[in-house]
């Protein structure tokens, strides 16, 4: 997860609880590694147990052991991960890199960014 933004001025307009602010299910430098073989089939979970990297406590993160992703960012995100596990091109064309891809959660006024990359294993 490489980034996280922040519009307090949308949620004092439209949000509920006008201060909720950022995204608590993420932290800037989470890294999640999805497998798709005999023993692992992450995407099916939801990409629970996939958190590899964090600076907070991992039961709090999504993707973490206790908890799968958000769903917001799931709908965003999932696409290029199943492309990627096929081992297929996950954004040709548009990124500079065929196995990358930026792309963000749809919530509008706490977006999360995140970069997919497919990492191609030998053997």
Known sequence: MIDKKLY???QEKYCADSDSGVCPCYNV????IFERDAENDHFWHGGLNTL???DADPDTVAGGPKMPHCSEAWDAIARYIYAGLQGGSIMKGW????????ACCSDGTRPVIFKIERMDMEG
């Open 8 to 10: 307090p001025e949308l």
């Open 29 to 32: 430098g989470d890294e999640f």
């Open 52 to 54: 590899v990297k964090t």
């Open 95 to 102: 990124m500079k890199k065929e196995n990358e891809m930026i």
